[in-house]
């Protein structure tokens, strides 16, 4: 007698069990695709956290050198730059100079000297007019007269 109580008992059983699975499904394929998600997130964060680091590694390498043309012009703008202050100081003082280079007084005589040195200028005292020269002596004795 219990017999068709028990096979209704298990087909309904297994109805739910079909049933639950199905409402299982939706969620097991969410899961799956977060799953997915989060190991290509985790890829690509590697993958830029690499690219990163190269480049900050050429950076800390000094990747920032310049091209032989590159070098050839600052060369050439610094002799520019030496001959400019060389030429002011023939006709001016490193006082005079100061102001315009934003410079001290002191700074100014040495970016002169380390001019001339550069653009290899012999003797001074040839290269430089007297009026100029005597402003420089002038200047020299004001510092250590303050």
Same mark, same amino acid.
Request: aromatic share 2%.
């Given at each position: 007698?219990? =017999?068709?109580?028990? #096979?209704?008992?298990?087909?309904?059983?297994?109805?739910?069990?079909?049933?639950?699975?199905?409402?299982?499904?939706?969620?097991?394929?969410?899961?799956?695709? +977060?799953q997915?998600?989060?190991?290509?997130?985790?890829?690509?964060?590697?993958?830029?956290?690499?690219?990163?680091? #190269?480049?900050?590694?050429?950076?800390?390498? =000094?990747?920032?050198?310049?091209?032989?043309? #590159?070098?050839?012009?600052?060369?050439?703008?610094?002799?520019?730059?030496?001959?400019?202050?060389?030429?002011?100081?023939?006709?001016?003082?490193?006082?005079?100079?100061?102001?315009?280079?934003?410079?001290?007084?002191? +700074?100014?005589?040495?970016?002169?000297?380390?001019?001339?040195?550069?653009?290899?200028?012999?003797?001074?005292?040839?290269?430089?007019?007297?009026?100029?020269?005597?402003?420089?002596n002038?200047?020299?004795?004001?510092?250590?007269?303050s």
């Open positions: 007698m219990a =017999g068709p109580i028990h #096979e209704a008992t298990d087909k309904l059983s297994k109805l739910e069990a079909t049933v639950a699975s199905r409402a299982q499904a939706p969620l097991k394929k969410i899961e799956r695709l +977060e997915t998600r989060d190991r290509r997130i985790r890829k690509i964060q590697e993958q830029y956290a690499a690219k990163i680091a #190269e480049i900050q590694r050429e950076m800390e390498a =000094g990747t920032e050198t310049l091209t032989p043309q #590159e070098r050839e012009q600052e060369s050439s703008l610094l002799r520019e730059y030496a001959d400019a202050i060389v030429t002011f100081s023939r006709s001016a003082s490193a006082s005079e100079l100061a102001p315009l280079l934003g410079v001290s007084t002191r +700074e100014a005589k040495k970016l002169i000297l380390q001019a001339k040195a550069d653009l290899g200028v012999a003797d001074v005292a040839k290269a430089a007019a007297p009026s100029s020269d005597d402003k420089q002038d200047q020299q004795a004001m510092p250590a007269a």
